[in-house]
C-alpha cells in the first residue's frame, strides 16, 4: 500500500464548494482507497491506496467528487516520497512565518518550468524557489495583495493549488505516521 495525499483546489472556501470532511473521507474511501484522515477544512486528505500513477488516482477522485456532490475540483495528489522531496527542496531561508510561505501544487511538475521568468527578476521583499515538483512564494507582507502570488497565478492557470508551509509541514507528518 502506498501513502497518498489528495489535496483538493477551492473547497470550502464561499458557499459554493462545499464539503465536509467527514463526507471527503467516506467519498475517498467509497473510491476504493484506505484510512482517509483528512486535516483542516480545506481539502486536504491523507490515504492508502496501491502503488498507481498519481494523475490516474487524481482523475479517479475528481469524478468521486463530480458523483457525489456534484460539482468540479481539481485534484493533485502526492505520494509520500514526493511529499517529503517538496519539503526537503523549499529554500526560501528568508521565509520564517510558515503562514506566509505557500507551496503551489501541480499535478504535471514540468508545468513549473513556466515559473522561470518569475525567477529571474526581483520581488523583494517577496521572493520565488522552484523545485523539481513544486513552487515556493515568500510574501512577508500580504498574501493577499502579493503581486507576485497574482503572477504565479496568471502563469500556471487552472490546476494549481496552494497550502501554507505550516499545512505542508502538518501533511508530511501526517504520512510519516
Do not use: C
Request: glycine share 6%; proline share 3%.
Amino acid at each position: 500500500m502506498t501513502s497518498w495525499v489528495a489535496l483538493l483546489r477551492g473547497i470550502n472556501v464561499g458557499k459554493a464548494k462545499r464539503i465536509a470532511m467527514a463526507d471527503l473521507r467516506d467519498l475517498v474511501e467509497a473510491a476504493g482507497f484506505a484510512d482517509a484522515r483528512t486535516l483542516l477544512n480545506s481539502g486536504n486528505v491523507v490515504f492508502k491506496g496501491p502503488r498507481a500513477q498519481a494523475p490516474r488516482v487524481a482523475a479517479r477522485l475528481e469524478k468521486a467528487i463530480e458523483d457525489r456532490v456534484g460539482f468540479h475540483s481539481d485534484v493533485v495528489v502526492l505520494d509520500a516520497a514526493t511529499l517529503a522531496t517538496i519539503v526537503a527542496e523549499q529554500t526560501l531561508s528568508q521565509a520564517d512565518n510558515p503562514s506566509r510561505l505557500l507551496v503551489a501544487f501541480v499535478q504535471d511538475a514540468t508545468r513549473l518550468q513556466a515559473l522561470s521568468a518569475l525567477t529571474s527578476r526581483s520581488w523583494e521583499p517577496e521572493a520565488i524557489a522552484v523545485g523539481s515538483r513544486a513552487a515556493y512564494i515568500w510574501m512577508p507582507d500580504s498574501i493577499v495583495d502579493s503581486v507576485l502570488m497574482d503572477a504565479v497565478w496568471r502563469t500556471l492557470g487552472a490546476g494549481v493549488t496552494t497550502r501554507n508551509w505550516a499545512t505542508v509541514q502538518k501533511l508530511h507528518a501526517m504520512m510519516r505516521d
